[in-house]
């Protein structure tokens, strides 16, 4: 028997961290569903549900910088996705940023890390 996703457990939303085959960072955070969770292993490309437009969202279908998904993960309560993928175009972040954790918290403040790919004026235009 096969383990599948509790997507049942959170009403009906799991988290899912792309983390990049390579080099391990953590790209994003992002939310699937069940039809998403299913597309992803149909296509081998990253599928997300989008909390903000309460539809799929297919990695990079406006900036072009979509994931190539080379393996799935659960942990151990089937209530957390893990993908390893490679990310073409290379920025995940829709800041431009290569990951979307490229705010490192300091005991001053917070500093960034990493620089940005790509400006979202000009790839998000609308």
């Known amino acids: 028997m096969q383990p599948t996703p509790d997507f049942d457990k959170s009403g009906g939303l799991l988290p899912a961290i792309a983390q990049d085959i390579d080099t391990k960072q953590v790209l994003m955070l992002a ?3 069940r039809e998403a969770y299913e ?3 149909r296509t081998h490309r990253a599928v997300y549900f989008s909390r903000s437009r309460n539809r799929l969202w297919r990695k990079g279908e406006e900036s072009g910088n979509v994931q190539e998904v080379h393996a799935v993960y659960l942990d151990c309560d089937a209530d957390t996705i893990l993908l390893e993928v ?3 175009g290379g920025a995940a972040c829709h800041e431009g940023f290569a990951s979307c954790f490229f705010r490192r918290i300091t ?3 917070c500093e960034v890390i990493g620089e940005r790919l790509f400006d979202p004026a000009m790839v998000y235009k609308k």
Do not use: C, H, V
């Open 31 to 33: 939310w699937m569903n």
């Open 86 to 88: 490679r990310q073409i």
């Open 39 to 41: 597309e992803t292993l």
């Open 107 to 109: 005991p001053d403040g």
